[in-house]
């Protein structure tokens, strides 16, 4: 309970922040049993027992038949669990969904042989901590500059010529001869309501819509590496969006698969830049 309203940030161990693996590897740490730091790991080798007779401490394993496995938390009783939740973005007490629990294990039972995690079906994006794990745009690293996810400071990013907006410096160069281009097809410039988001920005923003926005800390936002846009373009099938996907790629800004029809969460605004 001490981690109880501590930021949930992917990958961590704390003790400033969690993952929900990592949490309950601290937490049987301490007593002295030994566990992988991970909801897979944990769900592999956990002695399993029946969710009926789950007891203060035991691990409740959420998921879907669809995604698979998608959380870990620790029972306080038959009703709710604390975890490093993606989706409130914080550790938590949240009530269990009796229609999403797949598991129930026992750590202090003698582990099992490690079994299959119940993985996502085809074409279903998975589940980590209650999050969707959205795939990488494309294989090249998003940080730079040694700066943290949405604390880049002003004077290493490069105005885009429209409002506030403000992009890493190669990718606003690249935006500025993509929007003139586009301009010289369609009369105006592209179109944009979003480009780099402060980590402030993107807190107040999951807050708000905690289903369409990404973990804070997390968006490629947040790296000044992608921008939303407007005109035309946020709607699939016009001429707008037609254009932007013949012309993007010379100028190096690409729409990412995720973010495709059909593909789990459509969203033709999205653009992000990886480079000529």
């Given amino acids: 309970m001490e981690a109880l309203g501590l930021p949930y940030a992917p990958g961590t161990a704390g003790p400033e922040s969690w993952d929900c693996g990592s949490l309950v590897q601290s937490v049987y740490g301490r007593a002295g049993v030994a566990l992988p730091g991970d909801q897979a790991g944990l769900f592999a080798v956990t002695t399993p027992v029946a969710p009926a007779d789950v007891l203060p401490g035991d691990l409740v ?109 190669d990718a606003a160069a690249a935006y500025r001869a993509m929007s003139a281009a586009y301009a010289a097809a369609f009369g105006g410039p592209i179109c ?27 968006s490629n936002h947040g790296w000044g590496l992608a921008v939303d846009l407007c005109g035309g373009i946020q709607n699939f099938g016009t001429p707008q969006y037609a254009w932007m996907v013949a012309n993007a790629g010379r100028f190096g800004f690409l729409h990412p698969t995720w973010a495709d029809p059909g593909n789990g969460r459509e969203e033709p605004w999205h653009w992000e830049y990886a480079g000529s």
């Fill in 61 to 169: 394993f959420l998921g879907t038949p669809e995604a698979g496995l998608g959380h870990v938390g620790i029972a306080l009783d038959p009703r709710t669990m604390l975890a490093a939740d993606a989706r409130a973005g914080a550790v938590v007490v949240r009530t269990l969904p009796s229609d999403q629990v797949i598991g129930v294990g026992r750590p202090s039972l003698d582990g099992r042989a490690p079994v299959d995690v119940p993985g996502p079906g085809e074409g279903v994006l998975r589940m980590e901590c209650g999050n969707t794990v959205y795939p990488p745009s494309y294989d090249g690293a998003r940080q730079w500059g040694g700066y943290p996810n949405g604390l880049i400071p002003p004077s290493a990013m490069c105005p885009l010529g429209v409002g506030g907006h403000s992009l890493r410096c």
């Fill in 192 to 218: 944009i309501t979003d480009s780099y988001r402060t980590y402030a920005a993107q807190v107040k923003l999951y807050g708000e819509k905690p289903a369409l926005a990404a973990v804070p800390g997390t």
